[in-house]
C-alpha cells in the first residue's frame, strides 16, 4: 500500500478515538485532544491528495477510498455533535443523504467501468464541513458563535450545490441504467 493509501486508511482509524474522547470527554481538556484527532485526520485527506497527485500515485483504490474516508469522518463528527445538542439533526440528514446518494451513483458508475474522481465543488463542501466541525467542537463562543451558524448554512448550501454538480456533470451514468 503506498504512502497516500496509508494516510486514507489512517483517517479512517483516527475516527475511533476521536468520538470515544470528543463523547466522553465533553468538558475539560477531552473536548480539545478530539477537536487535535479530528484537525490531524482532516490534514491527512489533503496530503494524501497531495502525495498521490504530486508522485504519480493515484490509484482507483484511493479514488474510491479517499472519499469514503472522509464522509465515514465527516458522519461520525456530525452525528457525535447532534448528540452533543451542537448540530441540529436535519442538517446533518441532509447531508448524509447527499453522502449516501453520491456514493450509489459511483457503484452505479463503476459497475459501468466508469471510475468518477471527486469535483471542485465536493472538495470545497468537504472543506467548510471540516471548518464547521472545528468551530463546533471548539464552542469558542462570542463570534464564534455567528462563524458556526454561517459554516452552517455554507456547508448544507455547498452540500446541496455538490449533489447537482456531481450528478449534472455525469447524467450519462443515469442513461446507463435505462
Known amino acids: 500500500m503506498n504512502v497516500p493509501n496509508s494516510l486514507t486508511m489512517a483517517r479512517m482509524i483516527l475516527i475511533v478515538p476521536f468520538v470515544i474522547i470528543l463523547l466522553n470527554n465533553t ?33 482507483n483504490f484511493g479514488k474510491f477510498m479517499d472519499p469514503l474516508a472522509d464522509k465515514l469522518l465527516v458522519s461520525a463528527a456530525m452525528i457525535s455533535l447532534v448528540s452533543m445538542n ?21 457503484l452505479i458508475a463503476s459497475d459501468n467501468g466508469i471510475v468518477i474522481a471527486a469535483g471542485w465543488w465536493g472538495k470545497c463542501k468537504t472543506v467548510s464541513q471540516m471548518i464547521m466541525i472545528i468551530l463546533l467542537i471548539a464552542d469558542l463562543g462570542g463570534v464564534f458563535t455567528l462563524l458556526e451558524e454561517i459554516f452552517i448554512w ?20 443515469l442513461n446507463m441504467q435505462s
Open 27 to 59: 468538558s475539560g481538556n477531552g473536548r480539545f485532544v478530539a477537536l487535535a484527532i479530528f484537525i490531524l485526520a482532516s490534514m491527512t485527506d489533503w496530503l494524501d491528495g497531495y502525495l498521490a497527485r504530486k508522485n504519480h500515485l493515484v490509484t
Open 154 to 173: 455554507l456547508a448544507l448550501a455547498l452540500t446541496v450545490i455538490s449533489l447537482i454538480d456531481y450528478i449534472w456533470k455525469n447524467r450519462q451514468v
Open 86 to 106: 451542537r448540530l441540529p439533526a436535519w442538517v446533518v440528514i441532509i447531508i448524509i443523504s447527499r453522502e449516501f446518494a453520491i456514493s450509489g451513483f459511483r
